[in-house]
């Protein structure tokens, strides 16, 4: 699955330890969504969504 919460997240300024901390996950976590290498859990996803007020269709996409 692609995302683009890298981006949304320089949108803001924040470090991937500021988002981490924002979300309640560890930055390693943040890390891998953002590399596209961890699929975050459906919880997680929407936390992201409610953060960055987007749907979750708008963050992330299926390749």
């Known amino acids: 699955m692609k995302n683009n919460i890298k981006e949304l997240r320089k949108s803001k300024s924040l470090r991937q330890e500021d988002l981490a901390e924002i979300l309640g996950v560890t930055r390693q976590t943040i890390i891998a969504i953002e590399n596209n ?16 007020e987007m749907s979750v269709n708008e963050i992330f996409s299926l390749k």
């Open 37 to 52: 290498k961890y699929d975050p859990t459906l919880e997680l996803a929407m936390k992201i969504s409610e953060y960055f």
